[in-house]
């Protein structure tokens, strides 16, 4: 079983930065890729980045592609999302999960544990 807490949400405006984090306990951590996803408010959970267990393949939207970029570090169980040149279509609650493969995956199905959410906010 994997637990996943995240971190480093906040309000920031048009054109700033954030580095979300992750922190995974449990001993399956760096076998599983991992994934970060977002939920805006009436809209319907998305996929944003997704990271195999080797931490060398990655995905991401094409609407984050060049700004976001996704990291892992299998030391420190931890995954991370680094933000930049945020927009305000950026405001969601995003979330961490751990995938059921060694893949990095788009799918949100292919995801079985899950954090709780951190708040961005991104003020034009």
């Known amino acids: 079983q994997v637990q996943l807490v995240e971190s480093g949400g906040g309000l920031v405006q048009a054109g700033g930065s954030l580095r979300l984090s992750c922190a995974a306990s449990?001993?399956?951590?760096?076998?599983?890729?991992m994934g970060w996803f977002r939920q805006a408010p009436g809209k319907e959970r998305e996929f944003v980045a997704g990271?195999?267990?080797?931490?060398?393949?990655?995905y991401y939207a094409d609407s984050v592609k060049g700004r976001f970029t996704i990291s892992r570090d299998n030391a420190k169980n931890t995954v991370y999302l680094q933000m930049n040149s945020l927009k305000p279509e950026d405001t969601a609650v995003y979330y961490c999960?751990?995938?059921?493969?060694?893949?990095?995956?788009?799918?949100?199905?292919?995801?079985?544990?899950w954090g709780q959410g951190t708040q961005v906010t991104v003020s034009s």
């Open positions: 999960a751990a995938a059921t493969t060694t893949m990095a995956t788009k799918k949100i199905y292919e995801y079985n544990y």
């Open positions: 990271i195999s267990w080797s931490g060398i393949i990655t």
């Open positions: 449990g001993r399956t951590f760096s076998s599983v890729g």
